[in-house]
Nanobody, 114 residues
Framework: QVQLVESGGGLVQAGGSLRLSCTASGTIFRIKVMGWYRQAPGKQRELVAGISVSGTTNYADSVKGRFTISRDNAKKTVYLQMNSLKPEDTAVYYC????????WGQGTQVTVSS
């Protein structure tokens, strides 16, 4: 059973930056496409960025050019560098594999003030 622990969220002004981290237990992490998801109040959880084992990335249009996903397989950690943050980026951010089949972690709150 893979456990995911997200960290790095916080309160930031619009235009600011944050770097999120997600550390996974278990060895299966190394063979999985991983992603960052977010869920804003009253909205469904959405996938915002994904990264393959080899490092190929993809992004939702809403974050393209502002967010960068990366991973360190040796550390079993996925990162999300978020720049030029906007109030609409406010959400709880989670990581999971691309099929979202791992148990969800507690997430990390990101709040962007205008």
């Amino acid at each position: 059973q893979v456990q995911l622990v997200e960290s790095g969220g916080g309160l930031v002004q619009a235009g600011g930056s944050l770097r999120l981290s997600c550390t996974a237990s278990g060895t299966i992490f190394r063979i999985k496409v991983m992603g960052w998801y977010r869920q804003a109040p009253g909205k469904q959880r959405e996938l915002v960025a994904g990264i393959s084992v080899s490092g190929t990335t993809n992004y939702a249009d809403s974050v393209k050019g502002r967010f960068t996903i990366s991973r360190d397989n040796a550390k079993k950690t996925v990162y999300l560098q978020m720049n030029s943050l906007k109030p609409e980026d406010t959400a709880v951010y989670y990581c999971n594999n691309n099929a979202a089949t791992f148990s969800w972690g507690q997430g990390t709150q990101v709040t962007v003030s205008s």
